[in-house]
């Protein structure tokens, strides 16, 4: 009989990436969980992921708030990590996801917010921000959307560092909107990676390749930056040494926060 696995502690004011591009954020006393993954390594259809997660879904004890930028691909929420979500006391997602997966998920659209009450007597609002899942010309779905309907989130809160997830996003345009409209975002976890899925849009990148994960960066003006969602599945075609390589070209080593899955990385300089 094997004993229980101890239960990850909390570290505040940091991030964790523990695997893809599932990332765990402990903020303002709250435990944030983006993009559950937690399967083991296998074929999803035609994705497949190649790398287990750092740290299991039941050592991270209770979470407030599950945030998943789209429920439609694997690689953002697989089997295990569809269930640990369902389990959460809230789960935030697109309208769309919100509608296909019922409670406990609220849909948000662009620019909606949601207000979470902090142990420590404030709040924390979740901003929902735009996400384009493919190239700027990449064919449209009857909603409008490349790809499918995607969102990031803005964490923010009095005291907090502002907290900028970008879910699946490709487009430094989207990027370069959601600077202008929320200033000061203080750390970034970026969707890199250049996941490419064979036969859509010619194979360009339907996130953040290392190039455009750099210059995200540079238009946010965030001190730190958390590359995720670049191991771990098998169309993830740029990781870490070339995410390395983009921001060094860039000159932008200082304000790049990247380390093995499973490392709590401080959301502040
Ligand atoms: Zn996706």
Redesign the pocket.
């Given at each position: 009989m094997g004993s229980p696995s101890p239960l990850l502690p909390r570290h505040a004011g940091s991030a964790m990436v523990v695997g893809g591009p599932t990332t765990v954020l402990d903020l303002g006393g709250l435990r944030i969980v983006s993009d559950p993954t937690f399967d083991a390594p296998g074929p999803h259809g035609y994705l497949t992921k190649t790398e287990g997660p750092a740290v299991t879904e039941d050592r991270l004890g209770d979470v407030d708030v599950v945030l998943v930028?789209?429920d439609?691909?694997a690689?953002?929420f697989d089997d295990r990590g569809r269930a640990f979500a369902l389990a959460a006391p809230l789960l935030l997602t697109t309208t769309s996801g919100a509608a296909r997966l019922g409670s406990p998920a609220k849909g948000l659209a662009a620019w909606d917010t949601h207000s979470l009450r902090r142990p420590d007597g404030g709040e924390l609002t979740v901003t929902a921000v735009p996400a384009v899942?493919g190239p700027e010309d990449g064919e449209r779905d009857p909603d409008g959307d490349v790809?499918?309907q995607?969102i990031g989130f803005v964490l923010a809160g009095d005291g907090l560092p502002t907290v900028y997830i970008s879910g699946?996003n490709a487009s430094i345009r989207t990027v370069t909107e959601i600077a202008r409209r929320i200033p000061g975002i203080a750390a970034a976890v970026l969707h890199a990676g250049a996941?490419r899925v064979p036969g859509k849009f010619r194979e360009r990148p339907?996130?953040l390749d290392s190039v455009r994960a750099a210059a995200a960066a540079a238009v946010l003006g965030a001190p730190v930056n958390i590359p995720a969602h670049y191991t771990g599945w098998a169309h993830f075609t740029e990781g870490r040494e070339a995410i390395e390589h983009a921001f060094d070209d860039a000159g932008l080593t200082p304000v790049l926060a990247i380390a093995d899955h499973g490392t709590w990385l401080p959301l502040t300089p």
């Open positions: 930028s789209h439609n691909h690689d953002n899942h790809n499918c995607v699946d996941a339907v996130s």
